[in-house]
Structures are given as C-alpha cells and as structure tokens.
C-alpha cells in the first residue's frame, strides 16, 4: 500500500483533532488539573517523563516542543493527557498566546490548523481584503494566508504600526523575528502540509513581537 503526503497529512489533523477534542467529564477518571505537570523543555523524552514522574499526569509543553517516538509510547502506557501550551512553569494561570488567522478559503488545511492551535479563524475575499481585517486590529498575533501574501504584506507595511513579513516553507522563522519581529506573517498556503501550518502557528504564537533595538525605520 502506498502512503501518499497528502493520505499521511490527512490522517495526522484526524489525530490531531481527536486529541484536542475536550473529554467528557461524565464518568472521567482523568487527572485533576490541580496535578498538572507544566515541562518548558524543547524536547519531550520518555527519560524526561520519567524523572519527572509524568505517569497518570496532565503535561503541559511548550507549542513547538517535539516529543520523541519513546516519549509518545510512555505518554500512551502511562495513561498521560499531553496539552500544548505557552505557560511556563512560572507563568501559571497567564492566559496562552493566541491569535488569528486570515484565510480566503475557510475550509481549507491553514484553516483547520488555526483552530487546532486555539486561534480564531477569520474569513476574507482576497489579499486587499485580508490586508484590511490584518490592519484594523493589532491587538494580537496575525497570520494571512492567500494567493498573493507579496500584496498583502506591502499594504500592510503602508502602516506605520504593522510589520508584515511574506513567509515560506524554508523560511527560518527564528531568524525572521530576531532581525524584523513582525506581528502579521503572510503566507501562500498552497504548498504547506497541515503540520507545518500548526507548528508557524504555534511558533509565531509565542514570539516577542517587540520591534529589536536595532532596527532602523526608514525616514
């Protein structure tokens, strides 16, 4: 049997939306949120679960922290609920980052990924239009996802408030932010997998978006 990347990436966002789904709270056994183990390690190992005593535990980890195939099979033994969120161990009780994301077709796999990620989902005709949705709010982190994110990104950097920058599939989002810390990332979804799109969203969720020291506005 053939396994297409567009079977593997349909079958990974069923994954991933059965184990965002909220459990019934009738008859559940699971963990009292009071027991919430918060893990602010980048990687998610079974030796790591162990010493931290992980086992029949709520965790939390970071959005873009990777749990290795061992730490997967402990977190299904061990009966452990795994929640993705941006508190640290310090940071209890903050409320996570979150944002939303501009798209002009609301079904599609940037869509799904969105809201997986907890992010508020915004429909929009075309890049003029998203560039307008993305420049009357900047309260939060934004993501526009159309055809033409070059348009989008110019009308958006017109704002002396907005800093928009065009992404892809090999951008270094890390480098990006460092040198431009942009609030709005615009996009050409079409040759992004459903798992790339969650893990910019989470990413870019929590970054600083504060503008670096040494940036220099043109006059």
Not at 69 to 77: K, V
Not at 136 to 162: E, K, M, Y
Request: with cysteine.
């Amino acid at each position: 049997m053939m396994f297409t990347p567009e079977f593997i990436d349909t079958v990974v966002q069923n994954v991933m939306r059965e184990l965002n789904r909220p459990a019934s709270s009738a008859g559940s056994s699971a963990p009292a949120a009071a027991d919430a183990l918060s893990l602010s390690d980048q990687v998610i190992t079974e030796e790591l679960l162990q010493r931290r005593e992980a086992a029949g535990r709520i965790v939390r980890i970071l959005p873009a922290a990777v749990v290795t195939p061992s730490g997967r099979d402990y977190i299904h033994r061990h009966g452990i609920r795994l929640i993705r969120s941006t508190d640290s161990p310090d940071s209890q009780g903050a409320p996570p980052a979150s944002g939303r994301m501009i798209v002009t077709d609301t079904a599609g796999t940037a869509a799904e990924a969105a809201r997986t990620a907890g992010w508020k989902v915004v429909a929009a005709e075309d890049a003029f239009a998203a560039a307008r949705l993305a420049a009357a709010d900047g309260t939060c982190r934004t993501i526009c996802c159309c055809r033409q994110p070059s348009v989008t990104a110019c009308l958006l950097n017109r704002c002396s408030d907005r800093r928009a920058a065009v992404v892809s599939r090999t951008t270094c989002l890390s480098e990006l932010c460092s040198e431009m810390a942009p609030d709005i990332l615009c996009l050409n979804p079409q040759n992004w997998t459903f798992v790339s799109l969650l893990h910019l969203v989470r990413q870019f969720g929590g970054r600083d978006a504060e503008c670096p020291a040494h940036w220099k506005e043109l006059s």
